[in-house]
């Protein structure tokens, strides 16, 4: 299973990967958790699990998993109610929740949101993260890493943090900020990407390693300026103290599962909203990263949820935090010029290993520093040319990105997603409600000519309507459906109402075509079958004089024509003989001299069975008389025995004698029809 996974032949571009995901993730893990009022801890865990085991099971070439913020709302209301250890519960059986969704393949909606969405979703986190990140620079640390929602834990907002960081100012980290901001700048020359040598070291790993070094020095000074320079440990990475001081044994907490903990519904309705949640904001963040993605590879939505699902699962056993695919480590992989999933893989190693082996060396590393990082991710996943284009080329997509946009800014990730989805749709609904059929209607001559397009659902009937009532009264109209393929009841209703009552009503000459396999199933059936027996009865009847005088090398010729015309009659009127088309094709020649007179006698009659159906009882009669006649039945015996006969020994066209045995069965069942039957 994992033969295609574990691939070291992109190492030189994938560790380095691996490591500056690391370095994004690590704070944003003990963020997350700390913003969800969980161990810092958990955050890990759920870090771990989404690097190891769910890139493992996960088809995303890029796509790296973790704790989320965008459920940090969800896991505190969990934690307060039920407890740790009942939260962990509901966190294993969303796992289970979200496996099953794969399984049944519900992963097919994420290829349902548009790109206007997507896009303005990826403009979003990366302003959100921009601005999230400003007070870390500036030495204020209050607000948990990670955090991305515009209402803070700390009780501000994402502007008003802002605000408050410039009274508050720490000296060190704004230095540390701006000699990280310069370095990482300093990578991004072309010059620099260019020389082989400085390409071997991650410029994240170094503006840590400097900034860590910076921020001692600061503490070596001494003075003034090492007093108001240095950083205490409330603005470096916190980890665990169980992780310091190698108490290994209080940091794991196992789920309650208890029989009071299974009875509990309040555990299902949170693994259900957890499972729920999860999954659309992974399927989110699935698409934004195959739209970073630069060779546009598309991930397998089921196959995702299903590796989210075990990684749940075994976050819930262990302790963790509830995962999601996150859009700014899967960015932050791209950009770092990895190459396949094992980027991913790595940094969960580096995760593992970084906690347990050198918690005390990380714990050196400045939030400022690590906002550099994040402030210059977030710059590349804003691309303001690109929502610039989109208005210049289709205002609607570009006022949805905008939108999406400051949805996102103002509340959460999924609030604003969902803001941008509504106005997306609201889009795309005028657009079908504009487009599912065209009119015309001709004043002067006074003629109108609707035609529907392949779909018409109900979201067209208050345009539908609206046309039929501005049709003029004696107009000439012609609706056609020939092209359509499905076509809701709402706009079936609205057509049979105007054919029946408004067309009458209005003396308005009406044409419907196309509209047969649109009627209801016992009309449609009854229709059809009672014209293709009428049909067939007719022709026979007229070829019965011609087959009689025929000699036996004629005979087949005349079958010929006869099948021609009655294929070519009922195939002027009705879908189920297109499959025969390859041999009965007129290709615009008339092949007997009957073609033409069939055409307009048959034209007339379809009429008069569409207008009347089976309830006109003289034209059924009429019909009755006529099959019945002993001399009719004779004719459709004898040619049923001469055409297999026939077929026995030269082998007809396979499509030509199907087609005849399908008339020859409808017209063998006249005998068992009666006018109660037909009636009903």
Known sequence: MFKNKINIS?????????????????????????????????????????????????????????PAAGLITIVVTAIHDLGYEAFLLAVVLSGVIQFLLGLFRLGVVGYFIPTSVINGMLAAIGITLILKQIPHALGVDSDPEGEM????????????????????????????????????????????????????LPASLLVVVVGSLLNQLFGSVGGNFGEMTFLGSSHLVNLPDALTTGDYKNLLVTPDFSMEAF??????????????????ETLLCLEATDKLDPDKNISPTNKELKAQGIGNFLSGLLGGLPITMVIVRSSANINANAKSPMSAFYHGVFLLLGVFLFPTVLEYIPLSSLAAILI??????????????????????????????IAVLLTDLLSGVGIGFVLAMFFLLRKNYELAFISHIDTENNKAVISFAQIVSFL??????????????????????KKCHTMSSEIQEVITDFRDI????????????????????????????????????????????????????????????????????????????????????????????????????FSKFHKTVVDNTISNDELYQEWMSLSNDDQIQKIIAYTNNQIIDFNNENSLDKDYFKFWEIIHESVSDISDFSTKEFND
């Open 376 to 405: 210059i991710i977030g710059f590349k996943l804003v691309k303001i040319k690109n929502v610039i284009s989109q208005f210049k080329t289709d205002w609607e997509n570009g006022l949805v990105i905008v939108i999406t946009i």
């Open 10 to 66: 992109y190492l030189k571009n994938d560790l380095p990967a691996g490591l500056v995901v690391w370095l994004v993730a690590l704070p944003l893990c003990l963020g997350i958790a700390q913003g969800s009022e969980a161990d810092p801890f958990a955050g890990i865990i759920a870090g771990i699990i989404g690097g190891l085991v769910v890139t493992l099971f996960s088809g995303s070439r890029f796509g790296v998993s973790g």
């Open 263 to 280: 009875s509990n519904k309040e555990i299902y309705v949170y693994a259900v909203t957890l499972a729920l949640v999860a999954s659309i």
């Open 502 to 601: 408004s067309s009458k009503k209005n003396n308005i000459d009406l044409e419907l075509i196309g509209f047969d396999k649109f009627l209801s199933v016992n009309e449609t059936s009854s229709n059809k079958r009672f014209f293709l027996n009428a049909t067939t009865i007719l022709i026979l009847n007229r070829y019965q004089t011609e087959i009689k005088s025929a000699s036996n090398k004629e005979t087949i010729t005349v079958y010929n024509q006869m099948l021609k015309d009655i294929f070519f009659v009922n195939n002027l009127f009705y879908d189920d003989y297109k499959s025969f088309r390859n041999s009965f094709y007129y290709k615009g020649t008339i092949l007997t001299k009957n073609t033409n007179q069939l055409k307009k006698e």
């Open 149 to 200: 929602a515009f209402d803070q834990v700390d009780g501000e907002n994402t502007f008003s943090e802002i605000f408050l960081s410039f009274d508050n100012l720490a000296l060190g980290a704004l230095l540390i900020f701006l000699v990280s901001m310069i370095i990482l700048l300093v990578w991004e020359l072309p010059a620099v990407k260019k020389n082989s040598k400085l390409k071997l």
């Open 460 to 481: 067209n009937k208050g345009a539908l309507m609206q046309t039929l009532q501005d049709i003029p009264n004696g107009c000439k109209v012609k609706i056609s459906a």
